[in-house]
């Protein structure tokens, strides 16, 4: 992979329903161009495939966390059903090492965020915890 097929990438994880016609004004190369040089990074593998984002896939909540859990003997599955029926709770991942859970967070402000935490803290269970925000994401 040289120094054009890593600009062609960059363009198309900006942008994955670009033109071809696009992508070569883009480079400064011709279609034909883009269009081998895309063929060969699939068919080598680099390109392992193409997803669409879709509304749901963006999060619109400007403040968003991470919350790791340790919980308390067997209850990790009684949390987890509680921490989904969270409107703040956007996703809960099980995990191994020190924390049993891993909550996503989303909310419109601070003070919204905070008020999540301590009610997850006060969760029948929950015995310990740590937060982190999140302060941008790039894809």
Known sequence: MDELDAHLIAALKRNGRAALSELAAQLGVTRSTVRVRLDRLVQGGEIAGFTVLTRS???PDPVRGLMMLEIAGRGAEKVMKQLQRMPEVQAVHSTNGTWDL??????????TFDQALFAIRRLDGVT????????????
Request: aromatic letters at 0%.
């Open 57 to 59: 896939d963006v999060r």
């Open 102 to 111: 891993i909550a996503e967070i989303g909310t419109d402000t601070l003070e």
């Open 128 to 139: 310990r915890s740590e937060t982190n925000l999140l302060l941008s994401t790039r894809r």
